[in-house]
């Protein structure tokens, strides 16, 4: 029995030996990737460039240093450790961590391992020199990137060693290679990479390289990464992201006609180059940390409330229900009173049309506006059905959702619906009243300073715009299909020339007065958005010229108060910076006042 | 000429009628194990294969103090075993337990003896006493193992000691592998039902733990696996143990059936309930088997019933403690411990090494030192517990299934040495020494090939090391003596 047992259980491990070994060539092909060495052959990353052909970020060379940990004689560690810059108890750790088989699973004594990543050129240099008295260690070359700008850094993003997760997502990945993160880097990703090349070596039972397999029939040369065009306008981000200097918010620049975005600030921000080379990660590390967040992207991240800026959304509502004509006149005693609710206004003619409405940017039209359509019973038989219709049309300018800009991240704001206000307030317990104060852009609306470009771009387009996004071109390639669709909104093209004429009264004669250029005809609309976190934030929404604009902007300053003092003036300097290429004399000390302001020294005064 | 009273003064009948087969064996497993732990530890700097300063250098020179070793246990007085195995079995209690206070830590184990240049683990040695002490005991006059629960107990006691003592010293492995002397109680008399169960449990766990993740008939391919084997269970019983063969057509001819039915409606695309058919099926063959019990009073049925609806109760719970009681984490590190998770990093990457290696050698092998993944060191312990890797990588399927017969030519050698004892102490030792090797070759080749879970223990004669060797050369050299003097019984 017990003699049977012992030769049943040899007949399954004979079986199990006969399938593992001749009967299933998996192992053996494992076994390949283990005897062959595979040296991967870098290509270098795609260049990036700006609207006008300027080169923004390019490629440097970095060097790594590897180690065969076999070879490695007795050596002089001091004299390595002065050459790399490290102290020896710093490369000791740094020999454990290889060793790890944890931190680095693919660890064998006889193949490469990374030791050291980014040398700096003058490291490299005295490396090289004495690199003949450490037998086993050598140096690889590799890519970093350099930049020609100390701008853009939230839309260019930077590039990184590769993490477990990412090699678990997609296999073409292997530990030490580089990946873009955040940023256009990661968006285009597939085109900026290129293709590794590979050289197949093989390697005896000793490992010792016996040369190349098959004298290079396996070996392919690496592709070079396809170089992007972006649709970004470096100067003018450059100039934009030094008015935001000092101040937190967003400022976004676009093209209406293609929807190009011109700039994309966010501020604070940082130097793209302070994420590239050795210290890159503690660095990373520390501005994690930073109190202002300088990676949290505020053009297409922050959700604001729009404040006034959401006005002319409302305007074009009202026209395209019928709700109201443009001769329609609503009171304004310094504010919306009804039932007992009052929204505050400033001193203006009363009663007063739709025009003088937003030049003036009046609370009480748009309150007395809304109140009519969501309370009109008899067009949509409850304030529920208004409402989703309000949506409807609020949803289709772009407001709610993702607009789909070509940059990782982006926030969708937020719009309430039915069921929000029903939960809220109870199914039927709910009328304008209650909600009025989306009407002017308040309560629980929220918006991303991108959301509220796209608008200003929708209304210089007359009612359409093209999905915002920052590439404009890559090589041999098209841009995506999506950033060419027209997108219209359901308001009919004919009422945007009433908005855009109130816009350009609120610059010649309301609260946009100081964006009023002297030779091109600019439209606006100031936003001052109330938060429950501090001071007021600052917003402008605007688009010039009148006809066939060529830039639409929306800025976003925080904390700042006013819309008119500081949304209004970086506005419209970015305007004239763009169309004009210098600020006139005139205007030069609204140039000076916004570099030299701080508004973050206030910011943090009021109690939250 | 010197004589002792201690060796025997039949030396040239010791030669006469030791079994020359199994030495012969002995040397070749030896030798065969000693090229391969030069192998496994070759090193291109300097190759010399009887270096001292290598590996198989030093498994040389314990291979030589191993010969004179078997020698020595030859020549003496095969008496000595029998009487001074009570004192034999003290002592190594008495060193297995010192060292679990003097010896260093290595790795989290306290089972090395360090003396000098040498270092020796008694749990090495205590196989062989132990063997000598049950073996002892089983050979007192009138003992029958199934007489009174205190010879049952007195059994337990002589292997559960020195399992305790090595579990002090966390060495899990060499403490599991004393586990293998119910082999020896079930030769001597136990109920091989509970060895049955025990091998049962640990197979329906192990099989319902580690097939999780594919499907079969809708519940984990495990659990459809395990009902099988109840299946399995139940005819198999029926037709051995309780020798119903009528029954066992009927039920077998029922399990195909619905079987076949079943696979065919669910290959057809028809949803078929698992737990349903399978719990379904092996109810009805419960009850054909408690009508069959109410006809022929046979005990062996009832048994058989207790055994499947126990099963049954076994598949439940460890699917109820397995998947609700204990928390993720938990249930992960039962799966690592028992090598059934593939953790590539952690514990599963010394199994998915040696599967690489193994695999890799193909038919007949890469050839002597020209294994590329032991040599390129992807496989850790490759001298040691993992030294099968290596004969697998560059012997290929040729060379592994030569060592593997090697051993079972040497297990069943053993067994028939013990049958043919004339005395119980010589065959309940004899049990013994082929109990060790069936678990050593069992589950140091199963972990390699990735059947078992890793144990460490190591394969007897070919992993490296004096303490494992010699260990084992105590036991086989010990029996050639009692079996050389058998004659002396028949006379």
């Keep these: ?608 | 000429m010197f004589k002792s009273s201690v060796f025997s003064d039949k030396n040239t009948s010791v030669f006469k009628y030791v079994d020359w087969f199994t030495i012969g064996l002995y040397i070749v497993l030896v030798l065969a194990g000693m090229v391969s732990i030069y192998a496994a530890s070759y090193d291109f700097d300097h190759a010399n294969m009887l270096s001292f300063s290598e590996f198989s250098g030093k498994q040389f020179r314990w291979i030589g103090l191993s010969l004179m070793l078997g020698l020595v246990i030859l020549l003496i007085d095969v008496r000595v075993y029998e009487n001074y195995a009570y004192i034999i079995y003290v002592s190594l209690l008495f060193l297995l337990l010192v060292t679990i206070f003097v010896a260093p830590d290595i790795k989290g184990s306290h089972s090395w003896l360090v003396l000098g240049p040498v270092s020796l683990q008694p749990a090495e040695f205590g196989k062989f006493a132990t063997a000598l002490c049950l073996a002892k005991l089983f050979s007192g006059y009138n003992f029958v193992l199934n007489a009174s629960k205190k010879n049952y107990m007195k059994a337990l006691m002589i292997i559960f000691l020195p399992i305790i003592l090595i579990l002090a010293q966390n060495e899990t492995g060499s403490a599991l592998v004393y586990m293998s002397l119910f082999f020896v109680l079930y030769r001597e008399g136990m109920s091989g039902l509970i060895l049955l169960a025990a091998l049962c449990a640990v197979l329906f766990f192990v099989v319902e733990v580690k097939f999780t993740d594919t499907l079969l008939l809708g519940i984990p391919m495990g659990q459809a696996v395990v009902f099988m084997l109840i299946m399995l269970l139940i005819v198999a019983m029926l037709s051995i143990y309780c020798k119903q063969f009528e029954a066992t057509r009927n039920v077998l001819l029922w399990f195909v059936g619905t079987g076949i039915i079943v696979g065919a409606l669910s290959l057809l695309g028809v949803p078929v309930p698992g737990t349903a058919y399978f719990v379904g099926a092996i109810a009805v063959a419960i009850i054909y088997c408690l009508l069959l019990l109410l006809k022929t009073r046979a005990r062996h049925l009832l048994i058989t019933i207790g055994a499947a609806v126990a099963s049954l109760i076994f598949v439940f719970s460890v699917d109820i403690v397995f998947t609700s009681v204990l928390q993720p984490h938990q249930q992960q590190r039962i799966r690592v411990a028992l090598g059934i998770e593939e953790d590539l990093r952690g514990a599963g990457y010394n199994v998915n090494q040696s599967k690489i290696a193994i695999g890799s050698g193909g038919f007949m092998g890469k050839g002597f030192l020209n294994g590329t993944q032991t040599k390129l060191k992807y496989v850790p312990e490759q001298h040691t517990d993992f030294i099968f890797c290596t004969i697998g990588e560059e012997e290929g399927f040729v060379g592994s299934a030569a060592v593997l017969l090697l051993f079972l030519i040497l297990i069943l050698r053993v067994i028939s040495l013990a049958e043919r004892q004339p005395t119980v102490f010589g065959r309940v030792y004899a049990y013994c020494v082929a109990s060790y090797f069936i678990f050593h070759l069992c589950i140091n080749i199963g972990m390699v090939i990735g059947l078992c879970p890793v144990i460490g223990i190591p394969l007897p004669f070919f992993s490296y090391g004096g303490s494992s060797l010699w260990g084992f050369t105590f036991l086989l050299f010990i029996l050639l003596r009692i079996d050389a003097s058998r004659r002396e019984h028949s006379f």
């Excluded at chain 1, 240093?65 to 108890?89: S, Y």
């Excluded at chain 1, 260690?137 to 590769?162: H, M, P, S, T, W």
């Excluded at chain 1, 296999?171 to 990946?179: F, N, S, T």
């Excluded at chain 1, 908005?499 to 946009?512: D, F, L």
């Design chain 1, 1 to 608: 029995m017990i003699g049977g047992f012992i030769i049943v259980i040899t007949l399954i491990y004979l079986f199990r030996l006969f399938t593992l070994q001749v009967a299933d060539s998996k192992y053996k092909e494992y076994a390949d990737s283990n005897a062959f060495l595979r040296k991967a052959v870098y290509p270098s990353r795609g260049i990036i460039y700006d609207r006008d052909g300027r080169l923004v970020v390019y490629n440097q060379p970095a060097y790594d240093v590897m180690v065969i940990p076999r070879d490695v004689k007795d050596f002089d560690t001091l004299d390595f450790c002065r050459a790399v810059n490290l102290t020896p108890d710093e490369l000791r750790k740094r020999f454990a961590d290889m060793r790890d088989k944890r931190r680095n699973p693919g660890y064998s004594s006889y193949s490469p391992q990374r030791l050291l990543t980014h040398l700096k050129a003058e490291e490299y240099g005295r490396l090289q020199e004495k690199l003949y008295r450490f037998p086993g260690f050598y140096i690889q070359k590799r890519i970093l990137r350099e930049y020609n700008y100390k701008a853009a850094a939230n839309v260019l993003g930077n590039v990184r060693e590769v993490a477990q997760k990412d090699i678990d997502k997609d296999d073409y990945y292997k530990p030490g290679d580089y990946i873009g993160d955040i940023g256009v880097e990661h968006t285009y990703e597939s085109y900026l990479r290129g293709v590794k090349g590979a050289e197949v070596l093989m390697r005896d039972a000793l490992g010792r390289i016996q040369g190349r397999y098959e004298e290079g029939a396996l070996d392919r040369d690496a592709v070079a990464g396809k170089n992007i065009k972006l649709s970004l306008n470096i100067e003018l981000q450059q100039y934009a992201e030094s008015l935001m200097v000092n101040k937190k918010g967003a400022v976004v620049a676009i093209e209406p006609e293609t929807g190009e975005i011109l700039c994309l600030v966010s501020s604070p921000t940082y130097d793209p180059s302070l994420l590239v080379g050795r210290e890159s990660g503690a660095k990373d590390n520390n501005m994690m940390a930073a109190l202002d967040k300088p990676l949290f992207n505020r053009a297409i991240q922050a959700t604001y409330p729009p404040g006034s800026t959401f006005k002319p959304t409302q305007g074009l509502i009202l026209l395209e229900e019928g709700i109201i004509t443009t001769g329609t006149l609503f009171p304004c005693s310094h504010g919306f009173i009804s039932g007992g609710l009052r929204v505050g206004c400033h001193g203006h003619g009363s009663p007063l049309p739709l025009k003088p409405a937003l030049q003036t940017s009046c609370n009480a039209y748009f309150c007395w506006g809304f109140k009519a359509m969501i309370d009109k019973k008899s067009k949509y038989g409850s304030a529920a059905k208004a409402f989703d219709i309000w949506k409807h049309h609020m949803i289709s300018m772009g407001y709610g959702y993702k607009l789909g800009i070509d940059l990782p991240g982006e926030y969708r704001g937020f719009l309430p619906n039915v069921e929000f206000y029903n939960k809220r307030y109870g199914d039927g317990h709910w009328s304008a009243n209650t909600v009025i104060s989306i009407a002017i852009g308040q309560g629980e609306i929220l918006a991303t300073p991108l959301q509220i470009a796209n608008l200003a771009a929708t209304i210089g387009n007359r009612g359409h715009y093209i999905t915002p996004h920052v590439v404009k071109e890559i090589q041999d390639t098209v841009v995506p299909a999506e950033y060419l669709e027209r997108h219209t909104p359901t308001i009919a093209s004919g009422w945007y020339n009433e908005i855009a004429e109130g816009m350009r009264m609120a610059v010649t004669g309301g609260t946009c007065r100081l964006a009023n250029l002297p030779d091109i005809e600019v439209c606006g609309k100031t936003g001052t958005a109330q938060n429950p976190h501090g001071k007021d934030h600052s917003a402008f929404m605007g688009f010039a010229p009148y006809h066939n604009p060529k830039i639409a902007i929306a800025v976003y300053v925080e904390n700042a108060g006013f819309g008119a003092t500081f949304g209004v003036p970086i506005g419209s300097l970015v305007m004239e910076k763009y169309l004009k290429g210098s600020i006139a004399p005139e205007r030069k000390y609204i140039e000076e006042r916004m570099l030299a302001s701080n508004t973050i020294q206030f910011a943090g005064t009021k109690k939250h």
